[in-house]
């Protein structure tokens, strides 16, 4: 599964989250937040390990401040077989589609989709984690159609200290972590049981989903993707 999440707010409230979310972190000494390191309980958590009371609580900490200051969150999951299905019968690659393209696209078009639903005027810069695979092509796709939009590191670097990580990536990537296991288990392998730091998540105002077939074709069609010559007989097997 690839997914791309992340959240809205006003800058103002953006500048709130940052303050609180590296108190929070300072107060627990971790330098940052990553789930691929938190999950494991490995690297600068390792000390944490099985030890579900404070990890719980610490998720916990970090949702009530992103529910506090984001306004609503956003993510789209693609199931990477069935992009390579559909890459064997269309030229997603050679158009320039990614899956980056695919799901940060359609993250894009549902915010812009929320805030014309609420009538709102401010501007909006999205932002996307720095060194982002296919971020070229991505940044691209962004530029002709007129969206705003900037790479920054979600964590520190010490080879470059003067690259302020930006910590919304940080939220953004919990989520992104998160909806991606929705997907991959809940949905695909039929696991119902819901993760309890995904539930806290759903406590903030959230839309949420993934491509089926469907969804991908009309992506193709909107964005006039030419069909492969495919040598085999028979008709293409794209479909609901």
Known sequence: MFSVAGYISTAAEWISFDRKWSKLLFRNKVDYFHMKEFAP???QFAAWKKQEPRRGAFLQQLVEITRKHALHSFSVS???KLYNRANKYFELEEGDCSPLVI???TCVEKVLGWRKDRARLEPIIFYF???EEGWGIFKTWMDKRGYPCESAPKLPNAKKPLNVPLTPLQAADFVAW???KLYAETILVMIRKMRGSLEQLTTIPHDWGSFEMSDLRRFIMRNN????RVPERGGVPYGN
Request: charged fraction near 35%; aromatic fraction near 0%; include cysteine.
């Open 41 to 43: 309980s490995t690297k």
């Open 78 to 80: 693609l199931d990477m």
């Open 103 to 105: 799901c940060g696209g």
């Open 129 to 131: 984690e720095e060194g």
């Open 178 to 180: 998160e909806t991606r």
């Open 225 to 228: 993707i030419s069909t492969r």
